[in-house]
């Protein structure tokens, strides 16, 4: 393990303490960031496309590393003209190569907009602007078109301009509902508009097109308190169990223009797809999931989700088990079917302190980990992750 040489971490370890601003942090006598790489800690996702291993961030360049090594190589500038633009930390891979994703930058209300070629190449960027700039995290695309649904957690220029953190700029504005921007992909800049009720997403699992119809799953909070309370109080040891995500299932009637959520009563968290059907049709979705975890964050389980029959295989760790995101590899040698290979991921033992690593038949949760490997100490807890062949 390493961490990324970014300009952040080098002046930060320089100076033995923080010394410029994250996410949610502005710490005492901070310096000012002339860009926002100047404050890049690329350490949300891990991509690897075109023979390039990245990690990305919500809000600046994506960082090249040595896929060996894990040296840090520098800033990826996709063409001069998006030199230092974000780009976000939920890129899509589609089956035929192709590489889209997208980057806010919330203080002028702009969506940026990248296809990338399978080679690596940047194939297309565009920029629009977006009225009332919601914190997006996450999108989806479909055969035709890509996906963003925009919480009513709006930026505030204002805030910004007080000092406040990027976190605490934002305002909850339920009146606003959840807005669903719909792009076609040979149309970027003409965007059309859904309408959902008020609610807050970080994560997207997959979508796709049925006769006039996008659907797709995605995580769902009655607020943003998770993201701008209770993750402030985590970081102090405190936890209030006030809301926790549920699953929910959209579909946009392209014709009639309406959308329509259901809410499924399962606690769960960072949902993944077979990458062979990355916005084509499915029916599984892996998560984290949730169920009489007692007083403590987190969550204690993973699962497979039939997005179509509600049904569910589901493998429960335990009660004092801390579950981080599982990562769906493919069976290379499989059939091909969708979801048919292995399940993997960390854990955190709370009682004996450590560190479990399991592998799951994908189809089989419940039968429990094919093989376990146990390291007898604490790793940090990290976020998004990726598997890379060897």
């Not at 896929?67 to 990826?76: C, D, H, N, P, V």
């Not at 299932?249 to 960072?270: I, K, M, N, T, Y």
């Not at 990355?278 to 949730?290: I, L, P, S, T």
Request: charged share 20%.
């Amino acid at each position: 393990m390493r961490f990324g040489r970014t300009e952040k971490f080098l002046a930060d370890t320089a100076a033995g303490h923080p010394v410029r601003a994250a996410f949610g942090t502005n710490p005492p006598g901070a310096e000012a960031a002339p860009s926002p790489d100047a404050i890049n800690v690329a350490n949300t996702s891990v991509v690897s496309h075109g023979g390039e291993l990245m990690t990305l961030w919500e809000g600046g360049s994506a960082t090249r590393m040595d896929a060996q090594t894990l040296a840090t190589k520098g800033l990826k500038v996709w063409s001069p003209d998006y030199a230092g633009m974000p780009f976000s930390a939920h890129p899509k891979i589609e089956p035929d190569g192709s590489l889209w994703n997208f980057g806010v930058t919330s203080s002028q209300g702009l969506l940026s907009i990248y296809r990338v070629k399978a080679s690596g190449e940047l194939a297309q960027a565009v920029t629009i602007k977006v009225p009332e700039m919601s914190m997006v995290h996450d999108f989806a695309v479909t055969e035709q078109h890509l996906v963003f649904l925009l919480p009513p957690l709006v930026f505030d220029r204002a805030r910004a301009d007080a000092g406040e953190t990027f976190l605490d700029s934002h305002v909850w504005k339920p009146q606003l509902g959840m807005r669903v921007l719909l792009l076609h992909k040979d149309r970027l800049q003409a965007p059309r508009w859904f309408e959902l009720p008020a609610g807050f997403v970080f994560h997207i699992g997959n979508a796709c097109e049925d006769r006039g119809v996008i659907r797709l799953d995605h995580i769902c909070s009655p607020s943003a308190w998770n993201a701008t309370t209770a993750l402030k109080q985590l970081m102090k040891g405190q936890y209030e169990p006030r809301e926790h995500p549920s699953v929910g299932l959209v579909e946009l009637d392209l014709q009639s223009g309406r959308a329509r959520q259901s809410l499924l009563p399962l606690v769960a968290e960072f949902p993944r797809v077979d990458p062979r059907v990355v916005g084509r049709r499915y029916a599984q979705v892996f998560a984290a999931d949730r169920l009489d975890a007692g007083d403590r964050p987190g969550f204690n389980g993973v699962m497979r989700l039939d997005v179509g029959s509600g049904a569910r295989d589901v493998f429960r760790y335990g009660a004092d088990v801390m579950v981080e995101e599982h990562v769906f590899v493919p069976d290379p040698a499989g059939s091909g079917r969708e979801a048919v290979g292995w399940l993997l991921g960390t854990a955190l033992d709370l009682p004996r302190r450590q560190m479990l690593f399991s592998v799951f038949d994908a189809q089989h949760l419940a039968d429990g980990p094919i093989v376990q490997g146990v390291l007898p100490r604490v790793m940090p807890l990290g976020l998004h992750g990726i598997f890379v062949p060897a």
